[in-house]
C-alpha cells in the first residue's frame, strides 16, 4: 500500500538528538494528522492540518514540532525527546477534516533512550 | 465526555468460524460516525467498516458485518469465516459531523487458531 507514506519506519534517539518524522501521502487529500500510539492505550490525536494550516494541537508538548509545506506532506520535528515519548507515531490523511475516512500510514516506531 | 469502550483485550477464534468483536460509546450527539479500523502485525491501519448514525441499516463488507444498537450505544463487529490474515489488533473509533478528532477504543486483539 502506498498512499501514505512514513520514514524512517523505526527510529531510535537520545534525549538530546533532533531528529525529523517525515509523512507523505499519494492520495490527493487536504487533511493531514499526526498520532501517537502508545501500548494498551487508545491513539492519542497529536496534530491535524487542514489546506496546510494547524487546526488542532491537542495539548502536545513543545519538544513535538510538526510542519506541514504542502498538503502533501506533514512532518514531524523532534528535540529534547523523553523515555515516555517511546511510541509508535502514526500519520493519516483524508480528504478533508470531515467525517471522511481517514488512510493511515504505517507508522514510525521511534525509542527514545 | 465522549468514550469508547472495546471491553475484551483480546479474543481467539478458530479458522473459519466467526467471532463478535464489542465496542460501546458514550455521547449525546446524535449524528455520528463509526469506524472500525484493523491493524495487523505490519502496522498499517485499515478501514473495516464505518456506520452512519443516521442509518438503520447495519453496514457490510463482505465477511465483515456490525450490529449497530443506536439506542444501547453499541457497535460489534463480526466476522464471519475467519481467516489467517484477519489476526490483527481491531480498533473502533467514534466521530461526530462537527468535530474531526476520532475517539479511539483501546483495541482487542484477534487471534485465529489454525
Known amino acids: 500500500e502506498t498512499g501514505v507514506t512514513q520514514t524512517p519506519r523505526h527510529l531510535v534517539m537520545g534525549m538530546t538528538n533532533k531528529k525529523s518524522l517525515k509523512c507523505e501521502q499519494h492520495l490527493g487529500h487536504n487533511a493531514m494528522y499526526w498520532y501517537k500510539q502508545s501500548a494498551k492505550k487508545p491513539l492519542e490525536l497529536m496534530f491535524v492540518y487542514n489546506f496546510k494550516e494547524q487546526t488542532e494541537n491537542n495539548s502536545v508538548p513543545s519538544r513535538f514540532s510538526p510542519e506541514c509545506p504542502n498538503s502533501s506532506h506533514l512532518f514531524l520535528h523532534l528535540h529534547t525527546l523523553q523515555p515516555e515519548d517511546s511510541a509508535l507515531y502514526l500519520c493519516?490523511?483524508?480528504?478533508?477534516?470531515?467525517?471522511?475516512?481517514?488512510?493511515f500510514g504505517p507508522g514510525t516506531r521511534l525509542l527514545v533512550l | 465526555a465522549q468514550t469508547v469502550t472495546q471491553s475484551q483485550p483480546e479474543m481467539s477464534v478458530q479458522e473459519a468460524e466467526t467471532v463478535t468483536l464489542s465496542c460501546t460509546y458514550d455521547?449525546?450527539?446524535?449524528?455520528?460516525?463509526l469506524f472500525w479500523y484493523k491493524q495487523p502485525p505490519s502496522r498499517q491501519m485499515i478501514l473495516v467498516i464505518r456506520q452512519e448514525a443516521y442509518k438503520q441499516q447495519n453496514a457490510t463488507e463482505n465477511r465483515f458485518s456490525v450490529n449497530f444498537q443506536k439506542a444501547a450505544k453499541s457497535f460489534s463487529l463480526k466476522i464471519s469465516d475467519s481467516q489467517l490474515g484477519d489476526a490483527a489488533m481491531y480498533f473502533c473509533?467514534?466521530?461526530?459531523?462537527?468535530?474531526?478528532?476520532?475517539?479511539w477504543g483501546a483495541g482487542t486483539k484477534l487471534i485465529i487458531k489454525p
Open positions: 493519516a490523511s483524508s480528504p478533508r477534516t470531515g467525517p471522511e475516512t481517514q488512510y
Open positions: 473509533a467514534y466521530r461526530t459531523d462537527s468535530n474531526y478528532q476520532l475517539i
Open positions: 455521547t449525546s450527539e446524535s449524528d455520528y460516525y
